[in-house]
C-alpha cells in the first residue's frame, strides 16, 4: 500500500508535528515511535502517564429495546447482567466458537458503546448488521477519535481537564467533559496500568490531545510501546493471539464467558465451548519466559526438551518493564503448566525457555 | 592509514592492513530503534560477503548483519553483547560488532565511501 492510501487519524498532523515515526497499521498511517524511543515510552508510561491515539479503532454505537439482548446472540459475555456505566470485555465468536474479534462493551445507558479492532471493524460492523438488523440500531462513529491515557498519573492528570471523572472506578465509562468537549470517558486500558480510554468528536481531538500532552507528566506512546506494554500484561492482540481459528478456552479467556452465559448457551460456537469447558482443550494459550536476553517473537516453533514440537509463539519480544525477553504462545495442555521447561527455537537453535504465569508485569488497575 | 567503506544493508567496515572492523551505522541503528540484543559469530568463524555473521535486535524487531567480507572473525566486542544499548549510542565507534581478517581485499572495491553511503541513505527517505 502507497503512503497516499493510507488513512489518517484526526491527530495525524500532531504526530508529525511530535517527530513521530510513521508506520502503516489496519489501513492507517500511525505513529510506531516518537522521537525517544520505544524502551523510553514503554517505562515512561508504567512510572507516569502515555497518552496514546487509537482513533483507528471502531466505535459503534448500538441502541433499541433489549439491546443487550441482541448482543449476547454475538457474544459469550453477560451483557444483560452489565449496570449502567459498567464495561466488559467480550468476544464476537463464529460457529466453531473461532474468534472473529475482541471488544469492548459499555453500558452507557441509552445505548451499549462497543470499541472493535481496528482491523476487524469493517467486518464487525457487516456482522453486526447481518445477524441485528431490525432489532437494533447499528451507528458506526468511525470518524470519532479515541485517545487513551495510561499509567499511574493518568487519573490526576485527567482529572484536571475533567472533574467529571472523579470516583470512577475501573472498567465503568460516563459521559463527562474533558476540558470543556463532551467525550465518553472509560476507565480501561492495554497496558495493564490504570488508565482511561477517551471517545471524542475528531474536531476536538487535537485540542484535548495537546492539552494532555501539555500536562509534566504526560508524553505521547507511539504502537511500538503499545505492543510491549500490552505484552507484558498478558493481553491478547486480535490476529496474532487470537484469530477464527483460536477458541476463549483455548485462550485462557474463560473467565469472558458469564455464568449465565455457559448454563443458558445462545452465542454462536456455544456448543464446542461448553464441550471445551466439560472435556478441556488439545491446546492452550500460556506465557512464555525465554531464558537469557534473546527474544523469541511471534513464529518461533516451541518443542519440548527432547525436540518434540509442542506448539508455537503468537507474540514475543522484549519487555522493557520485565527485563527481558517475555512472549506469550500456544502448547500442547500436556506442555502448559507454568514451570514447564520447553525449547523456542530462534533461527534454528533451541534455547531454554520456560511455561510461566502471566501478566509478566503486575496489573495495577483502580479498585476503589 | 583506514579506509570505511558501507554496504546497501547499513554495516559499514574500516579496514586497516588485512584487518576490518564490523559495525552497523547509525541510519540503521536508529532505524532499528532500541537494541536490546546482540548475538556475534564465534571467533574463527568464516564468514562470506553478504552472508549472516551476527543478529542484532530491538524491542520491535530482529535483524540479520550481513558480513560485508569474506573472510575469517578473529575478534568480537563482548561489550556490545553485555550492554546491547551502546549500538544506539555509538554505532560507528565504540558499538563495533567483530573484527575479520580479509581473504580478498578486492571485495572492497565495489563499496560505497562515506560520501556515497550518505547520498545512498539520502535516497531512501
Known amino acids: 500500500m502507497t503512503e497516499s492510501a493510507l488513512k489518517e487519524t484526526p491527530l495525524h498532523a500532531l504526530h508529525v508535528a511530535l517527530g513521530a515515526r510513521m508506520v502503516e497499521f489496519a489501513g492507517y498511517a500511525m505513529p510506531v515511535q516518537y522521537p525517544t524511543g520505544i524502551l523510553t515510552e514503554h517505562l515512561h508510561t508504567r512510572a507516569a502517564a502515555g497518552l496514546f491515539d487509537v482513533s483507528h479503532m471502531g466505535q459503534i454505537r448500538l441502541t433499541g429495546e433489549n439491546v443487550a439482548g441482541a448482543l449476547e446472540t454475538l457474544v459469550p459475555g453477560d451483557i444483560k447482567g452489565l449496570g449502567v456505566g459498567r464495561q466488559r470485555y467480550t468476544l464476537f465468536t463464529n460457529d466453531e466458537a473461532g474468534i472473529l474479534d475482541d471488544l469492548m462493551v459499555t453500558n452507557a445507558g441509552d445505548h451499549l458503546f462497543v470499541v472493535v479492532n481496528a482491523g476487524c471493524k469493517h467486518e464487525d460492523l457487516a456482522h453486526l448488521q447481518a445477524r441485528l438488523d431490525g432489532r437494533v440500531t447499528i451507528e458506526a462513529q468511525f470518524d470519532r477519535a479515541l485517545l487513551a491515557l495510561q499509567g499511574p498519573a493518568a487519573a490526576e492528570v485527567l482529572l484536571r481537564l475533567a472533574p467529571g471523572i472523579a470516583g470512577q472506578g475501573f472498567m465503568t465509562g460516563r459521559a463527562v467533559e474533558v476540558d470543556g468537549v463532551p467525550c465518553f470517558v472509560t476507565r480501561s486500558g492495554y497496558t495493564g496500568e490504570d488508565g482511561f480510554e477517551i471517545a471524542i468528536p475528531a474536531d476536538a481531538a487535537t485540542q484535548v490531545a495537546q492539552r494532555l500532552l501539555g500536562e509534566p507528566e504526560v508524553k505521547p506512546i507511539g504502537l511500538g510501546a503499545r505492543d510491549s506494554l500490552r505484552l507484558e500484561a498478558g493481553l491478547c492482540l486480535y490476529g496474532h493471539d487470537i484469530d477464527t481459528t483460536t477458541t476463549p478456552i483455548e485462550a485462557g479467556l474463560n473467565w469472558v464467558i458469564g455464568k449465565r452465559r455457559r448454563a443458558e448457551g445462545g452465542y454462536p460456537g456455544a456448543a464446542v465451548v461448553a464441550d471445551q469447558l466439560a472435556n478441556g482443550t488439545r491446546r492452550r494459550r500460556v506465557g512464555i519466559l525465554p531464558e537469557g536476553r534473546q527474544p523469541a517473537r511471534e513464529g518461533t516453533p516451541l518443542t519440548d526438551a527432547a525436540g518434540n514440537p509442542v506448539g508455537t509463539i503468537t507474540s514475543g519480544g522484549f519487555g522493557p518493564s520485565f527485563g527481558g525477553p517475555v512472549a506469550m504462545g500456544y502448547v500442547e495442555t500436556a506442555h502448559s503448566k507454568d514451570g514447564t521447561a520447553l525449547q523456542a527455537v530462534v533461527r534454528g537453535q533451541p534455547r531454554p525457555a520456560t511455561v510461566a504465569a502471566m501478566p509478566f508485569v503486575p496489573h495495577r488497575y483502580f479498585r476503589p | ?125
Open chain 2, 1 to 125: 592509514m583506514s579506509a570505511i567503506k558501507f554496504t546497501e544493508d547499513h554495516e559499514w567496515i574500516r579496514v586497516e592492513g588485512d584487518v576490518g572492523t564490523v559495525g552497523i551505522t547509525d541510519f540503521a541503528q536508529n532505524q532499528l530503534g532500541d537494541v536490546v540484543f546482540v548475538e556475534l559469530p564465534a571467533v574463527g568463524r568464516r564468514v562470506t560477503k553478504g552472508g549472516d555473521a551476527a543478529v542484532v535486535e530491538s524491542v520491535k524487531a530482529a535483524s540479520e548483519v550481513y558480513a560485508p567480507v569474506t573472510g575469517e572473525v578473529i575478534e568480537i566486542n563482548q561489550a556490545i553483547v553485555d550492554e546491547p544499548a551502546k549500538v544506539n549510542a555509538e554505532p560507528m565507534a565504540g558499538a563495533w560488532f567483530f573484527k575479520v581478517r580479509l581473504a580478498n581485499p578486492s571485495e572492497l572495491d565495489g563499496m560505497m565511501d562515506e560520501a556515497g553511503y550518505a547520498a545512498f541513505v539520502d535516497g531512501q527517505h
